[in-house]
């Protein structure tokens, strides 16, 4: 502890640091390329790191990218770390982007790259390519942007092998099968990832070589068998026109160049448009010396991370294999051992690898996934970075942290991610314990990725792209995943492998996108040119399943079910509950939720929400019983027929919104007005029926119901007879809708209720349209008091949706009580965009850099957010305590949760499923700000 304080100290003493997602400045650099002057950078190009380095740390991830701030870090508390130096992701920008590198390396950066090579010769003892006979020096070139992005692009082992070194590599370290096993497997890396070889060009000549000797696993393998492998692999280069490069330092060129280039391939800019990552100068790159697992029966390697990532339980939770190299474990090529019995295989260098992972977790104060490799019984960390867990575990970890001391609760707020919630309220599968559910299990695998998953079976990641977009829930099922199924694991419901293990690579992709995953279920046969998927039961008997067929995965457990199995809700948590008390202490902004009917108030109010900051009062009418009615009301006559369809709604509306004030009994409700068009209320030309009948109860001919029905049509409803045009035009409507909200209100009082109205005024655009309105309002609120004898408070407000509203929202808040964005309309106002259109078009601007987001998913900050912080200030420089939330989509999506929080909003109200996730992203806006 003493040591890691003083550490802390002397950072905070020598380093004054300031950076943002696009530029980062140090006053204190450590490196032999410190004053080197290239093109396009700004800071040195390389940092060097290994035990005992002290140059940068993990403020530095946006240069150094996560994987080399934390090996930067992880030498500077002292971990036995195999030397090495990073590549600055300025690098990678200037690579893959400036005309003046064109995707070279400039000769000073060359330069500077053999030095810190020759650095690594001399910390190893070893030397690169073995110019002098002495003990080869094999390096590692992996990638490591800022943000995580597991699996997604290159890394190349072994690098610095040829045909001399791995005879010096055989006759150093005694042991001629583990040189020969290093060469095979540098080749086949290097020829697909540097010169893009296929990688099953490679593994078809591995699996013929085995069948025609007999072999199951590579393990078998003897030295003449690898030097024939080896001998094949050369053949595999000159078929596809390849050379293979023996000269070592034109093998790491290539492979940084390779690494730099993966930053543009096509799964990682997926990867990155799925997560959402933007504003990364690219990925960096680290060249680290190799340390080898296998060498035989005292190495090997593992991936290991320091909670349970599936439910955040404190045990440590990976693999590990004996005699192998890093990439076995998490390619799912071999089934590895839980990391549990490292304990007894290996018990010295399992205590201490449990000591660093407590080191680690106090260092960074978060869970942590860690390479690892064992040589010849010395232990090595490669990497650690914060793991990437499923929401369950998220809330946990972040409570038990908290408890232990290691982080305080503002910190603990900024573990858990939004998306982390939206797994906790998705369903789980409700009895598993019936004999219906265990007569269902036809096999099990290992539980990588907790939840419920139930779709279709496919195959490819076409058929569940393709299923996705006719919204048909699909279930990956595959041999193993690669990167390059991305696409198909993000669409898909839940994902099913026949190998591979907790932390393959579908392993943690699901768990990062909450997707339920089994891996290593080795009773399945998947017949992909078939179209079948055969499981072998614990009996012996087997189950055909076709692609299309549906199955069912339970990821907590491992369960496989060969039929389409029920789902419940998901139930709050004690740790959850105590997380979401941290959050309702830390927000600033409070989180209503857009609710029409007594249910929906109630799962609001279950799920946090302080009010309903919208009730669509139009949602009302869609019953069959009501819609009847709403149609005899457009299409009435005499005002006779008007105010009889009238009296018959009034009944409807004061039943459901005193069900609303009771179910939110003292907090506000925020009832609109009816908005949309009428039109939308009346049935189709087509429908032959609703026609026949509503002219026999109108007591006019189909005929002249069509015309009448033509007439009310619109060429641009959104903009024409809607919201306050209607209340205008229409004023009987306005009034019997204020009479149910005010009569709903004092019978709700009169049972003890505290019922809290206030009344939306939808779609102003001029001040007089609000005064005319409010008028309306008012006269029948004290219409209603004379009758009853009783009055109640209420306020009289108005949405903001029109761009003239926010532009003379001083005038408008003499009069409003208060303000609500409709940031749907405000935002298709703004743009000119139709939002039930923008699908022919937002994808490709996307595409394009026109647009970063959806702007009806995320608030547009650069426009419509400018029209809500000019309305905020105009209404405030009125009203200082003016109410203004925010009613429209946007209310439950993070990054605009955040925007509104900075905008100085009271309230974001959103769908009551997605309260918790805008408490949390209100908290940690407030965390943010502060």
């Known amino acids: 502890r003493l040591i890691l304080l003083l550490s802390l100290v002397l950072k905070a003493s020598s380093l004054r640091i300031s950076f943002s997602p696009k530029r980062l400045s140090l006053s204190s650099r450590l490196s032999v390329s410190q004053s080197i002057g290239i093109d396009g950078l700004t800071e040195p190009p390389i940092a060097p790191f290994g035990r005992g380095e002290k140059g940068r740390s993990f403020e530095d991830k946006w240069l150094l990218g996560g994987k080399g701030?934390?090996?930067?870090?992880?030498s500077a508390i002292g971990l036995s770390v195999p030397p090495g130096f990073t590549i600055t992701t300025e690098c990678c920008r200037e690579y893959c982007d400036s005309s003046s590198w064109n995707g070279s390396l400039p000769p000073p950066l060359w330069d500077a790259i053999l030095a810190e090579v020759k650095v690594v010769e001399d910390k190893m003892s070893a030397s690169f390519g073995s110019k002098d006979g002495g003990t080869p020096l094999l390096l590692s070139v992996r990638?490591?942007?800022?943000?995580?992005?597991?699996?997604?692009?290159?890394?190349?082992?072994?690098?610095?092998m040829n045909d001399d070194v791995v005879l010096t590599l055989a006759d150093k370290s005694g042991n001629e099968r583990f040189a020969w096993d290093s060469y095979r497997r540098f080749l086949e890396m290097f020829g697909n990832v540097v010169l893009g070889i296929p990688r099953i060009d490679f593994e078809e000549e591995m699996d013929n070589l085995k069948y025609e000797r007999g072999f199951f696993e590579d393990s078998e393998l003897q030295v003449s068998d690898l030097k024939d492998v080896v001998a094949k692999f050369k053949g595999v280069y000159a078929s596809n026109d390849h050379a293979f490069p023996t000269d070592v330092e034109e093998q790491l060129r290539l492979a940084i160049g390779a690494v730099f280039g993966g930053w543009n391939g096509d799964r990682a800019i997926k990867y990155r448009e799925v997560e959402n990552i933007r504003n990364l100068l690219g990925t960096a790159v680290n060249v680290q010396s190799m340390v080898f697992g296998n060498m035989g029966s005292t190495?090997?390697?593992?991936?290991?991370?320091?909670?349970?990532?599936?439910?955040?339980?404190?045990?440590l939770f990976g693999e590990f294999l004996i005699d192998a190299q890093g990439e076995d474990v998490v390619a799912g090529i071999r089934t590895p051992q839980p990391i549990s019995e490292l304990e007894s295989a290996m018990p010295e260098v399992f205590k201490e690898f449990k000591e660093n992972t407590q080191i680690?977790?106090?260092?960074?104060?978060?869970m942590q996934d860690i390479e690892f490799t064992v040589q010849e019984g010395k232990l090595f960390m490669l990497q650690t970075r914060n793991g990437k867990r499923g929401g369950e575990a998220a809330v946990k970890i972040a409570v038990d942290f908290v408890a232990e001391g290691l982080i305080d609760k503002r910190q603990a707020i900024e573990k858990v991610l939004p998306e982390h919630l939206d797994q906790l309220l998705h369903p789980s599968f409700s009895d598993t314990e019936s004999p219906e559910y265990k007569s269902a299990v036809v096999t099990s695998g290992l539980p990588a990725s907790p939840g419920a998953a139930v779709?279709?079976?496919?195959?490819?990641?076409?058929?569940?792209?393709?299923?996705?977009?006719?919204?048909?829930?699909?279930?990956l099922v595959r041999d193993e995943t690669s990167p390059d199924d991305v696409a198909g694991m993000y669409a898909s419901e839940g994902i099913l492998t026949a190998r591979g293990g907790m932390t393959s690579h579908a392993a943690v992709v699901a768990r990062g996108w909450g997707r339920p995953c089994i891996c290593g279920c080795a009773a399945l046969k998947i017949d992909e040119a078939a179209g079948t998927l055969t499981i072998t039961k614990e009996d012996g008997s087997s189950v055909v399943l076709k692609e299309g067929d549906y199955i069912s995965l339970n990821g907590n457990t491992g369960e496989v079910m060969s039929e389409k199995m029920a789902v419940s809700p998901p139930?709050?948590?004690?740790?959850?509950?105590?997380?979401?008390?941290?959050?309702?202490?830390?927000?600033?902004?409070?989180?209503?939720a857009n609710a029409d009917t007594p249910d929906d108030a109630a799962e609001a109010r279950r799920n946090g929400a302080v009010g309903i900051g919208l009730v669509r009062t139009e949602h009302m009418f869609f019953e069959p019983e009501r819609i009847g009615e709403v149609r005899k009301l457009i299409l009435a006559k005499t005002p006779e027929k008007e105010a009889e369809a009238l009296a018959n709604l009034l009944p409807f509306q004061r039943s459901d919104f005193e069900g609303i004030f009771k179910a939110m009994d003292g907090y506000p409700v925020t009832i609109r007005l009816l908005d949309p068009p009428l039109h939308e209320f009346l049935p189709s030309l087509s429908d032959t029926q609703i026609l026949e009948s509503l002219s026999s109860e109108l007591g006019i001919t189909v005929p002249e119901l069509k015309e009448t029905i033509k007439t009310a049509e619109e060429v641009n409803p959104m903009l024409g007879?809607?919201?306050?045009?209607?209340?205008v035009t229409r004023p009987t409507i306005i009034e019997m809708?204020?009479?149910?909200?005010?009569?709903?209100?004092?019978?709700?009082?009169?049972?003890?209720?505290?019922?809290?109205?206030?009344?939306?005024?939808?779609?102003?655009?001029?001040?007089?349209?609000?005064?005319d309105q409010e008028a309306l309002v008012r006269a029948t609120a004290a219409t209603v008091f004379a009758e009853r004898g009783k009055e109640c408070d209420y306020r009289v407000g108005t949405m903001i949706e029109i761009p003239r509203a926010a532009l003379t929202a001083h005038e408008i808040a003499e009069h409003a009580e208060f303000f609500s964005f409709g940031s749907n309309d405000l935002t298709q106002m703004t743009f000119g965009y139709s939002r039930d259109d923008v699908g022919t078009f937002i994808p490709e601007y996307k595409s394009k850099g026109i647009l970063t987001d959806d702007p009806f998913v995320t608030i547009d900050q650069e426009g419509v957010g400018q029209l809500i912080k000019m309305t905020t200030e105009k209404g405030r420089s009125v009203k200082p305590d003016l109410k203004i939330g925010v009613c429209g989509e946007h209310g439950g999506d993070p990054r605009s949760v955040e925007f509104f929080n900075e905008a100085g909003l009271s309230y974001v109200s959103c769908s009551p499923f997605r309260v918790p996730i805008a408490r949390l992203a209100a908290a940690q806006a407030a965390v943010k700000k502060q």
């Open 69 to 74: 701030a934390n090996l930067a870090e992880m």
């Open 299 to 315: 190495s090997g390697t593992g991936v290991c991370f320091t909670r349970d990532p599936n439910n955040g339980g404190k045990d």
């Open 455 to 475: 779709g279709e079976i496919c195959f490819t990641n076409e058929k569940v792209v393709s299923n996705a977009e006719k919204k048909i829930p699909s279930v």
């Open 571 to 592: 139930a709050m948590k004690a740790d959850l509950a105590e997380f979401m008390g941290w959050v309702d202490e830390i927000k600033q902004i409070d989180v209503l």
């Open 721 to 727: 007879l809607r919201g306050c045009r209607l209340g």
């Open 143 to 160: 990638s490591g942007a800022a943000i995580s992005m597991p699996g997604m692009m290159d890394t190349v082992l072994n690098l610095g």
């Open 360 to 366: 680690l977790e106090r260092h960074y104060g978060d």
């Open 737 to 771: 809708q204020v009479r149910g909200v005010i009569e709903a209100a004092l019978n709700a009082i009169e049972k003890g209720v505290d019922a809290k109205p206030d009344i939306m005024i939808p779609l102003v655009g001029k001040v007089q349209e609000f005064k």
